[in-house]
């Protein structure tokens, strides 16, 4: 990450530095705007320690995150144990607090972002909820200003391996985020997950995004300039020992969604014409294309994902809605015939 004054922080591990007990220690390294070294810190927290992110933080000073791998279980498929730690240190990385969760057998943070009230939002996944070996959930943890925890939040069901892997705050004060789960399908191995999360961490909506054999996962999510939610990853690797090596067969994926993560579409697809008027609209709606539905659904959604109004069976090439009792803002449009989302785009309204 970049200091306002020109200068970056790099965390991770090292295991040629340090006190290294158990095998590695938490690097962080200061360069200059050149990219020289200025100085360099490391952080021992007597197991294989490795950093997995920074962000600035209140009062000039920065936090960090750390997984602490403390040891391993042999089972069909090997894994490790491991405790998450969050550290805050000052400009010259003098520890100044430290919380570590060793609450059960797996707990780890995958990535932390700053929040609008000063504080900040990590997530990860735990074992805490779980009684099955090798089970997880996705682990969310809210901070304030000072560091101390605001609320925890679990997603996940019983026996199946879940995890959170990239969080970011929306301009109203929710939550996107974006996990794996093997929660919901018996037949694949991970999952694309995205979940909407309000203020509090309360589940708003989820959808499993894909659901294929092999492992699918998610390794980041943003919101881009015009609203729609743009997350990156990977899919059809082959994780399991069993079926063989199998390499070179995963993909780097990116899908661009609405925020109901559905797939995002600012006017035109399959050369449908589709003309939606007035937009900025207010009063009535009319929505005309160019070729005629065939039972098809058409649907108004909010910015929080939630459905507003609705026309189904829709048989013409026109179609009115009504949004005189629609208060100003940010919606969406979409339009799904014989369960195919054949268009989506944002419609602004402005009402008195």
Not at 139 to 151: F, G, H, R
Not at 268 to 291: C, G, Q, R, S, T
Request: hydrophobic share 35%; proline share 3%; charged share 15%.
């Amino acid at each position: 990450m970049q200091n306002p004054d020109g200068t970056y922080f790099i965390i991770g591990y090292t295991t040629s530095m340090g006190t290294q007990q158990g095998g590695s220690d938490v690097w962080l390294v200061k360069l200059n705007n050149n990219g020289d070294t200025l100085w360099t810190k490391t952080y021992d927290f007597g197991h294989r320690d490795e950093g997995a992110g920074i962000i600035p933080f209140a009062a000039g000073n920065y936090l960090l995150i750390a997984n602490l791998y403390t040891g391993q279980i042999s089972t069909p498929v090997p894994y490790y144990t491991n405790d998450a730690t969050y550290f805050v240190v000052d400009a010259n990385g003098n520890v100044l607090k430290t919380m570590i969760f060793d609450v059960d057998t797996i707990n780890r943070f995958h990535s932390v972002k700053r929040t609008s009230d000063g504080g900040a939002i990590m997530i990860g996944e735990t074992s805490r909820y779980e009684n099955h070996m090798g089970a997880g959930d996705v682990y969310i943890v809210k901070l304030n200003a000072n560091a101390d925890t605001v609320w925890t939040k679990t997603y996940g069901g019983y026996g199946k391996y879940d995890g959170g892997l990239d969080i970011m705050e929306a301009n109203d004060g929710t939550y996107y985020a974006c996990a794996f789960t093997q929660t919901q399908f018996i037949d694949s191995v991970d999952n694309w997950w995205l979940l909407r999360l309000n203020a509090l961490g309360d589940t708003m909506y989820t959808k499993c995004l894909i659901h294929k054999k092999d492992n699918d996962d998610p390794a980041s999510i943003l919101q881009a300039s015009d609203g729609s939610i743009v997350v990156a990853g990977w899919i059809n690797a082959n994780s399991n020992p069993l079926q063989g090596l199998n390499m070179g067969n995963s993909d780097i994926y990116v899908a661009k969604l609405d925020t109901t993560f559905y797939s995002y579409v600012p006017s035109i697809l399959n050369d449908w014409h589709v003309n939606v008027y007035p937009n900025p609209a207010n009063d009535y709606l009319h929505i005309y294309f160019e070729k005629q539905l065939q039972h098809a659904d058409i649907s108004i959604y909010n910015s929080m994902g939630e459905l507003i109004l609705q026309k189904n069976d829709v048989n013409e090439n026109k179609c009115t809605f009504s949004i005189k009792a629609l208060h100003s803002g940010i919606y969406f449009i979409r339009i799904v015939e014989q369960k195919e989302i054949k268009y989506t785009s944002k419609l602004l309204i402005q009402n008195p």
